[in-house]
């Protein structure tokens, strides 16, 4: 790559390494899009990852070119702004505070300081621009400084760069979802025991949970959505209620996860944190069983959980939904006609609460919840506008596949 001797090719170099970045995420995200639940829980955590790598090694390459571009013009430092002066002698500074230097030699640095401003700009120090790894809004704030330009434009987006990108970064690389589990036997396995090995989920998957529910309260919605989609499988084995000889299963957390995830959808949150605090509070330094928690969610919701608990507690398998979508124009407004089949073979019906999701060519959406509660289920709903798209389950609440029914 040629060096930056003008604008334009500072620009341009810039402009092609920023180039080649988003299309590999375009690409991936395009992979996401058509990938089954399985894969999409990989590419996910993949996304996340190479999102972070992109970031750091775009800051890093366009900091360095345009510090190159400054230095190819070799203006003395007297024309260029006082940042860079001060960069000059920064690293020199860092190395006086952390070694034992004579006086003669602060003093031979202070003239450096006052008498060297006629010299000439020809480097920076690779120091001074070091994303050491770690990227988060004070490093770039720092990089900025460096550089004299502005960064007004980063401390609008620091929660979604240290709360959103690098903290998920850096749970996949370093185990944070391992230390957040941990954490959580503190609630859910030491202060509340189950009575049996057969309650071994409300340990297990109470605290898979809580990895979810950190992510929330750290980083907002989305990143619920993605804790739980990188928790799905289609093959979870056996049931919660039957853990079998080998206990500690992806059934056990991964699965647990999920029926929490569908109970707080089924209850609200509000029923769904109430029931989890007075959980906790009756059964607090003792044991409980899967029938203890059933009776305490039925009633802190005052809601009949009997079928809930005998399709995803002591039932096998998950639903699997097709369906398909008709849209009829009546006078002013638009019939929409959706025909839904559940088509697993596990469990013959489920009784859920869907999401249905319409969106507008506008953009502007509009939801409403049905209660499932038989195998094959007529929707019909009217809008004023003709949807651009119809969504079933568009949070991903429910451990599902839904699939559009082939013609």
Not at 56 to 85: D, N
Not at 144 to 173: M, P, S, W
């Amino acid at each position: 790559m040629s060096k930056p001797y003008t604008a334009d090719n500072l620009t341009a170099q810039i402009t092609q390494d920023l180039t080649w970045r988003l299309r590999e995420i375009s690409d991936l995200k395009s992979a996401i899009r058509s990938a089954d639940r399985n894969l999409k829980r990989v590419l996910l955590r993949s996304m996340v990852a190479i999102c972070y790598a992109h970031w750091e090694g775009h800051v890093k390459f366009s900091a360095r070119k345009y510090v190159e571009h400054i230095a190819l013009r070799k203006l003395m430092y007297s024309e260029l702004s006082p940042q860079f002066y001060r960069n000059y002698f920064l690293p020199r500074l860092a190395a006086l505070s952390s070694s034992k230097t004579s006086v003669a030699e602060r003093c031979s640095l202070v003239i450096e300081i006052l008498s060297s401003q006629e010299n000439r700009f020809v480097k920076i120090h690779d120091d001074l621009i070091n994303t050491r790894a770690n990227l988060n809004s004070d490093v770039i704030s720092d990089i900025c400084l460096v550089c004299d330009i502005r960064g007004d434009y980063f401390e609008d987006k620091a929660t979604f760069i240290d709360a959103i990108l690098l903290k998920r970064r850096n749970a996949i690389a370093h185990g944070e979802d391992t230390f957040v589990h941990e954490l959580a036997h503190q609630w859910w396995g030491n202060a509340v025991g189950p009575k049996s090995w057969k309650d071994i989920w409300l340990n297990e998957g109470f605290s898979t949970y809580s990895e979810a529910l950190y992510y929330e309260a750290v980083s907002g919605k989305k990143a619920l959505q993605s804790t739980m989609l990188s928790k799905y499988s289609s093959n979870f084995s056996g049931s919660l209620a039957e853990p079998g000889p080998f206990l500690f299963t992806r059934t056990m957390y991964d699965k647990g996860a999920w029926v929490l995830h569908m109970l707080r959808w089924e209850v609200g949150d509000s029923s769904f944190f109430n029931i989890l605090r007075t959980y906790y509070e009756t059964y607090k330094y003792s044991n409980a069983s899967i029938g203890d928690f059933k009776s305490v969610s039925e009633e802190v919701s005052g809601k009949n959980l009997d079928k809930f608990f005998e399709q995803w507690v002591y039932g096998k398998g998950q639903i699997e939904l097709e369906y398909v979508t008709e849209t009829i124009k009546s006078n002013n407004e638009y019939l929409n006609r959706i025909q839904l089949s559940q088509i697993q073979e596990d469990y013959e019906e489920y009784h859920f609460p869907l999401k249905v999701e319409f969106v507008f060519k506008d953009s502007t959406e509009k939801s409403l919840r049905y209660e499932i509660t038989s195998k094959d289920t007529l929707i019909e709903i009217s809008t004023t506008d003709m949807p651009m798209d119809i969504r079933l389950d568009p949070d991903n609440w429910l451990l599902a596949v839904i699939n559009i029914k082939d013609e």
